[in-house]
Protein backbone atom coordinates (compact mmCIF):
# COMPACT_ATOMS: atom_id res chain seq x y z
CA UNK A 1 0.00 0.00 0.00
CA UNK A 2 1.17 3.46 -0.82
CA UNK A 3 1.91 5.97 2.29
CA UNK A 4 2.79 8.99 3.38
CA UNK A 5 5.84 9.20 4.65
CA UNK A 6 7.20 12.04 7.46
CA UNK A 7 10.68 12.42 8.94
CA UNK A 8 12.06 12.80 11.33
CA UNK A 9 9.63 10.60 13.72
CA UNK A 10 10.76 12.52 16.40
CA UNK A 11 12.80 15.57 17.44
CA UNK A 12 13.89 17.11 20.80
CA UNK A 13 15.59 20.58 20.63
CA UNK A 14 15.71 23.48 22.62
CA UNK A 15 14.03 26.70 21.96
CA UNK A 16 15.33 28.98 18.81
CA UNK A 17 16.78 26.78 16.88
CA UNK A 18 15.38 25.92 13.32
CA UNK A 19 12.98 22.92 12.87
CA UNK A 20 12.65 21.49 9.77
CA UNK A 21 9.70 18.53 9.21
CA UNK A 22 9.76 16.60 5.66
CA UNK A 23 6.89 15.29 4.11
CA UNK A 24 7.09 12.54 0.81
CA UNK A 25 3.00 12.55 -0.31
CA UNK A 26 1.55 9.79 -2.24
CA UNK A 27 2.76 9.98 -5.54
CA UNK A 28 -0.39 11.22 -8.11
CA UNK A 29 -1.89 12.71 -5.25
CA UNK A 30 -2.25 16.65 -6.25
CA UNK A 31 -3.13 18.37 -2.71
CA UNK A 32 -0.91 18.20 0.40
CA UNK A 33 -2.06 19.14 4.16
CA UNK A 34 0.13 19.95 7.13
CA UNK A 35 -1.96 19.66 10.64
CA UNK A 36 -0.47 20.20 14.37
CA UNK A 37 -2.49 17.66 16.97
CA UNK A 38 -2.34 18.76 20.73
CA UNK A 39 -4.77 16.87 23.59
CA UNK A 40 -6.00 20.91 23.88
CA UNK A 41 -6.43 21.92 20.23
CA UNK A 42 -7.07 18.57 18.80
CA UNK A 43 -6.08 18.66 15.23
CA UNK A 44 -5.71 21.84 13.74
CA UNK A 45 -4.71 22.42 9.68
CA UNK A 46 -2.06 24.63 9.44
CA UNK A 47 -1.92 24.84 5.43
CA UNK A 48 -2.52 23.20 2.50
CA UNK A 49 -1.50 22.89 -1.50
CA UNK A 50 -2.99 22.34 -4.79
CA UNK A 51 -0.68 21.11 -7.53
CA UNK A 52 2.35 22.45 -5.50
CA UNK A 53 0.84 25.75 -5.04
CA UNK A 54 -0.75 27.56 -1.48
CA UNK A 55 -4.08 27.41 -1.42
CA UNK A 56 -4.61 28.36 2.40
CA UNK A 57 -1.89 28.95 5.00
CA UNK A 58 -4.52 31.03 7.24
CA UNK A 59 -3.86 28.52 10.25
CA UNK A 60 0.07 29.17 10.54
CA UNK A 61 1.78 31.81 12.69
CA UNK A 62 3.21 33.40 9.69
CA UNK A 63 6.34 34.95 11.88
CA UNK A 64 8.18 31.76 12.48
CA UNK A 65 6.16 28.82 10.35
CA UNK A 66 6.35 28.27 6.48
CA UNK A 67 5.43 25.61 4.39
CA UNK A 68 6.88 24.75 0.86
CA UNK A 69 6.40 22.27 -2.06
CA UNK A 70 9.53 22.85 -3.69
CA UNK A 71 8.66 19.57 -5.73
CA UNK A 72 6.09 16.83 -6.37
CA UNK A 73 7.61 14.13 -3.94
CA UNK A 74 8.77 16.88 -0.90
CA UNK A 75 6.70 18.98 1.39
CA UNK A 76 8.56 20.91 3.66
CA UNK A 77 7.07 22.72 7.59
CA UNK A 78 10.09 25.04 8.89
CA UNK A 79 9.69 27.10 12.54
CA UNK A 80 12.14 29.27 12.77
CA UNK A 81 12.57 30.23 15.51
CA UNK A 82 10.75 27.29 18.06
CA UNK A 83 9.76 27.89 20.47
CA UNK A 84 8.24 25.26 23.66
CA UNK A 85 4.51 26.05 22.58
CA UNK A 86 5.21 24.39 19.55
CA UNK A 87 5.54 21.33 20.94
CA UNK A 88 2.83 18.53 19.30
CA UNK A 89 3.04 16.43 16.68
CA UNK A 90 2.74 17.55 13.18
CA UNK A 91 1.02 15.57 10.62
CA UNK A 92 1.08 15.35 6.64
CA UNK A 93 -1.71 14.42 4.53
CA UNK A 94 -2.01 13.96 0.69
CA UNK A 95 -5.01 13.20 -1.81
CA UNK A 96 -6.48 13.47 -4.77
CA UNK A 97 -8.92 16.08 -5.34
CA UNK A 98 -10.45 16.50 -8.86
CA UNK A 99 -13.62 16.53 -7.17
CA UNK A 100 -14.78 17.04 -3.49
CA UNK A 101 -15.41 14.27 -0.81
CA UNK A 102 -12.41 12.21 -1.25
CA UNK A 103 -10.19 11.34 1.31
CA UNK A 104 -7.13 12.53 2.91
CA UNK A 105 -3.86 9.82 3.71
CA UNK A 106 -2.08 10.23 6.79
CA UNK A 107 1.58 10.18 7.87
CA UNK A 108 2.66 9.00 11.03
CA UNK A 109 3.52 11.93 12.23
CA UNK A 110 6.61 14.17 13.67
CA UNK A 111 6.93 14.46 17.13
CA UNK A 112 8.80 17.76 18.09
CA UNK A 113 9.75 18.57 21.79
CA UNK A 114 11.13 22.28 22.24
CA UNK A 115 12.41 22.74 25.16
CA UNK B 1 -16.52 29.49 10.87
CA UNK B 2 -17.84 26.03 10.87
CA UNK B 3 -17.09 23.95 14.01
CA UNK B 4 -17.87 20.14 14.48
CA UNK B 5 -18.21 19.27 18.19
CA UNK B 6 -17.78 15.76 19.40
CA UNK B 7 -19.15 13.68 22.12
CA UNK B 8 -17.79 12.42 24.17
CA UNK B 9 -14.70 13.56 24.62
CA UNK B 10 -13.61 9.97 26.46
CA UNK B 11 -15.19 6.69 26.74
CA UNK B 12 -14.40 3.84 28.88
CA UNK B 13 -16.08 0.58 28.50
CA UNK B 14 -16.18 -2.95 28.90
CA UNK B 15 -15.50 -5.55 26.17
CA UNK B 16 -19.38 -6.37 24.52
CA UNK B 17 -20.85 -3.13 25.18
CA UNK B 18 -22.50 -1.08 22.93
CA UNK B 19 -21.66 3.16 22.62
CA UNK B 20 -22.35 5.79 20.33
CA UNK B 21 -20.10 8.74 19.31
CA UNK B 22 -21.95 12.29 18.54
CA UNK B 23 -20.46 14.51 16.23
CA UNK B 24 -22.61 17.95 15.89
CA UNK B 25 -22.46 21.14 14.16
CA UNK B 26 -25.00 24.27 13.58
CA UNK B 27 -23.21 24.38 10.15
CA UNK B 28 -24.06 22.23 6.95
CA UNK B 29 -21.38 19.81 5.09
CA UNK B 30 -21.42 18.40 1.98
CA UNK B 31 -19.62 15.05 3.58
CA UNK B 32 -18.79 13.71 6.71
CA UNK B 33 -15.68 11.52 7.00
CA UNK B 34 -14.84 9.26 10.39
CA UNK B 35 -11.61 8.43 10.92
CA UNK B 36 -9.70 6.16 13.69
CA UNK B 37 -6.02 7.22 15.47
CA UNK B 38 -4.14 4.42 17.09
CA UNK B 39 -1.09 5.62 19.39
CA UNK B 40 1.84 7.02 17.11
CA UNK B 41 -0.22 6.65 14.23
CA UNK B 42 -1.66 9.29 11.59
CA UNK B 43 -5.68 9.01 11.48
CA UNK B 44 -7.09 6.69 8.94
CA UNK B 45 -10.36 6.94 7.03
CA UNK B 46 -12.99 4.38 8.19
CA UNK B 47 -16.06 5.99 6.11
CA UNK B 48 -17.22 8.64 3.92
CA UNK B 49 -21.18 9.96 4.24
CA UNK B 50 -22.43 12.30 1.83
CA UNK B 51 -26.16 12.26 1.56
CA UNK B 52 -28.87 13.50 4.11
CA UNK B 53 -29.61 10.36 6.17
CA UNK B 54 -27.41 8.16 4.54
CA UNK B 55 -26.10 4.92 6.70
CA UNK B 56 -22.96 2.74 6.41
CA UNK B 57 -22.33 -0.18 7.98
CA UNK B 58 -18.26 -1.30 8.36
CA UNK B 59 -18.61 -4.91 10.65
CA UNK B 60 -19.78 -3.95 13.42
CA UNK B 61 -19.87 -0.05 13.68
CA UNK B 62 -22.82 2.07 11.68
CA UNK B 63 -22.62 5.36 10.86
CA UNK B 64 -25.39 7.79 9.74
CA UNK B 65 -25.64 11.15 8.19
CA UNK B 66 -28.10 13.17 9.79
CA UNK B 67 -30.92 14.44 7.22
CA UNK B 68 -30.12 17.94 7.59
CA UNK B 69 -26.08 17.10 7.09
CA UNK B 70 -25.46 18.84 10.40
CA UNK B 71 -24.66 15.95 12.20
CA UNK B 72 -23.44 12.13 12.46
CA UNK B 73 -22.95 9.65 14.65
CA UNK B 74 -20.45 6.39 15.25
CA UNK B 75 -22.56 3.25 16.53
CA UNK B 76 -20.11 0.23 17.59
CA UNK B 77 -22.39 -3.04 18.86
CA UNK B 78 -20.52 -5.27 20.74
CA UNK B 79 -17.31 -3.52 21.68
CA UNK B 80 -13.71 -5.14 21.28
CA UNK B 81 -10.31 -4.55 22.83
CA UNK B 82 -9.24 -3.53 19.37
CA UNK B 83 -11.88 -0.71 18.72
CA UNK B 84 -9.65 1.43 21.31
CA UNK B 85 -8.48 4.31 19.83
CA UNK B 86 -9.31 8.14 18.96
CA UNK B 87 -12.08 8.39 16.66
CA UNK B 88 -12.71 11.89 14.73
CA UNK B 89 -15.35 13.16 12.27
CA UNK B 90 -14.25 15.98 9.98
CA UNK B 91 -16.45 17.90 8.21
CA UNK B 92 -15.99 19.14 3.89
CA UNK B 93 -17.08 22.82 4.03
CA UNK B 94 -20.59 22.91 1.96
CA UNK B 95 -20.40 25.63 -0.92
CA UNK B 96 -20.41 25.73 -4.70
CA UNK B 97 -16.63 24.64 -4.26
CA UNK B 98 -14.93 22.34 -1.57
CA UNK B 99 -12.11 24.36 -0.92
CA UNK B 100 -9.51 22.25 -2.44
CA UNK B 101 -10.46 19.37 -0.26
CA UNK B 102 -9.82 21.07 3.23
CA UNK B 103 -11.57 18.86 6.19
CA UNK B 104 -12.57 20.39 9.48
CA UNK B 105 -12.10 17.97 12.47
CA UNK B 106 -14.17 17.31 15.61
CA UNK B 107 -11.39 17.10 18.99
CA UNK B 108 -12.11 13.39 18.58
CA UNK B 109 -13.39 10.58 20.79
CA UNK B 110 -10.95 8.53 22.87
CA UNK B 111 -12.65 5.09 22.97
CA UNK B 112 -10.70 2.30 25.56
CA UNK B 113 -12.42 -1.01 25.63
CA UNK B 114 -11.35 -3.07 28.65
CA UNK B 115 -11.35 -7.04 27.96
Known amino acids: DARVTQTPRHKVTEMGQEVTMRCQPI?????VFWYRQTMMQGLELLAY????????DSGMPKDRFSAEMPDATLATLKIQPSEPRDSAVYFC?????????????FGDGTRLSIL | TQLLEQSPQFLSIQEGENLTVYCNSS?????LQWYRQEPGEGPVLLVT?????EVKKLKRLTFQFGDARKDSSLHITAAQPGDTGLYLC???????????????FGQGTELSVKP
Open chain 2, 90 to 104: AGGPSGIYNQGGKLI
Open chain 2, 49 to 53: VVTGG
Open chain 1, 49 to 56: FRNRAPLD
Open chain 1, 93 to 105: ASGFFAVSNQPQH
Open chain 1, 27 to 31: LGHNT
Open chain 2, 27 to 31: SVFSS
